[in-house]
């Protein structure tokens, strides 16, 4: 139930993310089409940052040291910017127009996600 719980979480800051950020956007048919796919990005979104931020941070620690953190705002954008490559593979209407988009766009999927998450816990007795 808290996979479920964090990927309708995800999918909604995606969402708003696509209403704040220019240059982040679903150009789905429908409305369920745009639904769908904002469902399927946050899963794809979800497993890019499940596999690859653990690896990156491991291997760009130093980076991470030396920029006193900063350098997870640039990983950040970069796998935004992977999520929306596979969604193009994968023939999904879903785009990220540039790095500045990508940029600007995994800050606000942070800070809507916590905020979701502060309000929806993730599952029974754990906030």
Known sequence: ?????RLATTAVALWITT???????????TGYHSAFTLVIVALIFGVVNAVLKPVIKVVGCVFYLLTLGLFAL???????????????????????NGFWAAFWGAIVMAVV???????VPDSAGRR
């Open 1 to 5: 139930m808290g996979f479920l719980i």
């Open 19 to 29: 209403l704040i950020v220019p240059g982040v956007g679903v150009t789905g048919r």
């Open 74 to 96: 640039v990983v950040n954008a970069l796998l935004f910017l992977l999520t929306d490559w596979i969604a193009r593979a994968l023939d999904l209407p879903f785009h990220v």
């Open 113 to 119: 996600t916590w905020l979701i998450s502060v309000v």
